[in-house]
């Protein structure tokens, strides 16, 4: 297959130790990074993400095998060469003086410039292009040091971008962001790599996320074993299952979502359609309790009125039918009766013994 | 990627885009007031000379009085000279040092470079003249060009250690860790001599401590000026690498620059800046650390290509004013140049930090 950027062979990583012993993080990796596809790098603390990372921009030697940029070895690239070839957005929040967004920006132009660092108008219009493609050109004016924290993050991105770079590598960009930020950086690398072919290589913790936008994960282990593939490719082999499974996150391959491990003792048979159906469930399982289709069960809930506006008819081992119309006052119900129930058991124990 | 087309849309035409330009109004206005201060330097003291006989003098011509001349060319013009070099030296030198180690407290002197100066001095005044009294008096040393040689020697010797030291560190944070150790031994031994010498030699070497432009001759002036000047034009050749440092050495090796060339020039040239200073004019407080954030505050700017250019005549113009406070053209003493420098120096850079905005400006917090 052609447009391969970036590709690793038989890489092992990790650091040299003493007396001449490596600590190997992983070994024997086979990547390849298309144009225009998005990586997303998954995996818990201390399993490598930053040494892979490091590894593949070449700020730390590969323990052995070959990565190749650009159809070199990316050892022979010099530290300016590369620079036009590969860019960067780390975690660290960079703190810069008092300069503008624009100047941030025309830094990326640092390995196409003379010694004096004089911007041509080539430069200049590579910088409008970056700042306009993260949709940041209303920023340009303004110091770095009073964007938000979503709006620094999307400058440091056309940063990258200015340094016209084959592959862009992004360690954690929205590690400190808000929900409605991360995802906005996520779609607008996603945008970049549909529109401007690029290549980008991102970690991130953002399971979900990853799910939905990258084009290929890479999963790294904490025991160093890597998996690759089309995010719906590993959910079909059951690999993020097996990932996760000793971690208190389940992964529902129906839903695609991950859930908290909880045991669920008793079992709610639940009557209904709809969304109210499925937030219901939804409902129940968070409160402890398996959705069931059929009885038996211990409770039985029953949706009635229509979608827009639902209440929840309940009943507990046969008691009389109560009606609610939040989820809030259902769940709430739901876990006294459990509670009375348990008081009830533990004061026929105590009686017992007695 | 020639296959991407850099067509920004119109909005350009709405917003118009910033520039990044070198801002020549701001830095000739900067380079007249050092020119400023130092005609105004030559002119005042003890004797005053009117700024236009000064300027017949310095042109070659003949002054109403023949005294003027001397006064001009064998006390004042060296010591202006002096003024303006350390200044701008010391300026630039703490301009690198605050890049570099990405900390705003940083100084010309964060490399241990004057603690060596001083240590050379401390050796020479307290340590070698307690064997042989009789031969050396104090205020000979002192006059002499044996104490730069000293200092010059210890200096020296800092700077190649932490030159070293900076071509094989991993980070720089462990050279602003080094310099501050090799600063805290150098004082130690100071401390030992100081207890064991004599009175006299005590306060020749406080004298020294105290700094001064007017120690300088002409003779001097030949290696000073040299020295200064490769510094200046290896820190000017380093502008690029040091605004690419403005991200961190991450950043900046990301964007092709060969961090440990990179941070052996800076160190080079900032450690001997400061060294060449402080074998001269003895250690200056403040002006180094002050200078910069001024600059930083003035322009707006964290661009080197304009701070450089900047630190240099906002350097000179404010070590040739500080002298010219020192010499206090009134009063009949002279107060010792680090007070000034630290009673100026202080409060600028309180009343920089304090501004709001421009504290998350310059650096964090």
């Known amino acids: ?354 | 990627m020639t296959d991407r087309a850099y067509q920004t849309t119109n909005d350009a035409a709405v917003t118009p885009w910033p520039r990044l330009g070198l801002r020549p109004l701001a830095i000739v206005a900067m380079a007249l007031s050092m020119l400023g201060a130092f005609v105004l330097s030559l002119s005042l003291g003890s004797v005053r000379i009117p700024p236009d006989q000064v300027l017949t003098i310095l042109l070659g011509g003949e002054a109403e009085r023949a005294s003027w001349t001397t006064i001009i060319y064998d006390f004042r013009l060296p010591k202006a000279m002096t003024a303006t070099l350390a200044g701008a030296a010391l300026s630039v030198s703490g301009l690198q040092m605050q890049t570099l180690f990405r900390n705003p407290l940083a100084d010309p002197f964060v490399l241990g470079v004057s603690s060596g100066a001083s240590l050379g001095v401390a050796l020479v005044v307290l340590g070698v003249g307690a064997a042989n009294t009789a031969l050396l008096s104090v205020v000979g040393l002192l006059s002499n060009f044996t104490l730069a040689a000293a200092a010059s020697l210890g200096a020296a010797a800092v700077l190649m250690l932490v030159l070293i030291l900076a071509h094989r560190v991993q980070h720089s944070v462990t050279l602003l860790i080094l310099g501050l150790m090799i600063g805290y031994l150098t004082s130690a031994v100071v401390s030992l001599l100081l207890y064991f010498s004599i009175a006299e030699r005590i306060q020749a070497y406080i004298a020294w401590s105290f700094g001064s432009f007017g120690g300088v001759t002409w003779a001097q002036l030949r290696v000073l000026a040299p020295a200064i000047g490769i510094g200046l034009l290896l820190a000017i050749a380093l502008t690029k690498s040091l605004n690419a440092l403005l991200l961190g050495e991450a950043y900046a090796r990301s964007m092709g620059v060969d961090i440990r060339r990179a941070r052996f020039g800076i160190v080079a040239s900032g450690a001997l800046l400061a060294g060449a200073v402080t074998a001269f004019c003895g250690p200056i407080a403040f002006l180094g650390l002050a200078v910069p954030h001024l600059c930083r505050a003035l322009l707006r700017s964290a661009d080197h290509r304009l701070l450089i250019p900047a630190c240099i005549f906002i350097g000179a113009t404010t070590a040739l004013l500080a002298d010219l406070v020192a010499q206090a053209p009134t009063m009949s003493v002279v107060f010792p140049l680090n007070a000034i420098t630290s009673l100026l120096g202080a409060p600028t850079v309180i009343w920089i930090i304090l501004r709001r905005g421009v504290q998350r400006g310059t650096f964090g917090v």
């Open chain 1, 1 to 354: 297959m052609t447009n391969v950027v970036l590709s690793a062979e038989n890489l092992s990583i990790g650091y040299p130790a003493r007396r001449r012993q490596c600590r190997v993080i992983a070994k024997d990796l086979q990547l390849h990074l298309r144009r225009g596809e998005v990586v997303c790098l998954l995996g818990p603390n201390g399993a490598g993400k930053s040494t892979l990372l490091r590894t593949l921009t070449g700020m730390q030697p590969p323990l052995a095998g070959r990565i190749w940029l650009d159809g070199q070895d990316l050892s022979a690239f010099n530290a300016r060469e590369l620079a036009r070839r590969m860019s960067v957005v780390l975690t660290e929040r960079v703190e810069v003086g008092p300069l503008t967004a624009y100047a941030l920006v025309a830094l990326g132009r640092h390995p196409y410039t003379d010694w004096t660092g004089r911007l041509r108008p080539h430069d200049e219009a590579i910088v409008r292009w970056a700042l306009e493609a993260v949709h940041a050109a209303h920023l340009a004016r303004r110091m770095v040091y009073e964007l938000s924290d979503g709006e620094r993050q999307r400058i440091m991105v056309a940063r990258a971008l200015a340094q016209e770079p084959l592959v862009m590598v992004l360690d954690e960009p929205t590690a400190f962001l808000d929900l409605p930020r991360r995802v906005e950086i996520m779609q607008l690398l996603r945008r970049l790599a549909r529109e401007a072919r690029q290549a980008i290589i991102l970690s991130t913790h953002d399971l979900e996320l990853a799910l939905n936008m990258a084009d290929v994960l890479w999963l790294l282990t904490a025991d160093g074993t890597f998996y690759c593939g089309a995010p719906e490719d590993l959910v079909l082999k059951g690999v993020l299952e097996t990932i996760f499974a000793d971690t208190g996150m389940v992964f529902d391959r129906m839903r695609g979502q991950f859930r908290m491990h909880q045991t669920m003792r008793r079992r709610a048979n639940l009557t209904g359609d709809g969304l109210a159906k499925i937030w219901t469930a939804r409902a129940l399982e968070r409160a402890g309790w398996q959705v069931v289709e059929l009885p038996p069960a211990e409770a039985h809930v029953t949706i009635i009125g229509d979608n827009h506006q639902p209440s929840w008819e309940l009943s507990v081992n046969g008691a009389p039918k109560q009606q609610f119309t939040s989820l809030y006052a259902v769940v709430h119900w739901l876990q006294q009766q459990c509670q009375e129930e348990e008081q009830h058991e533990r004061h026929a124990r105590a009686t017992d013994c007695a």
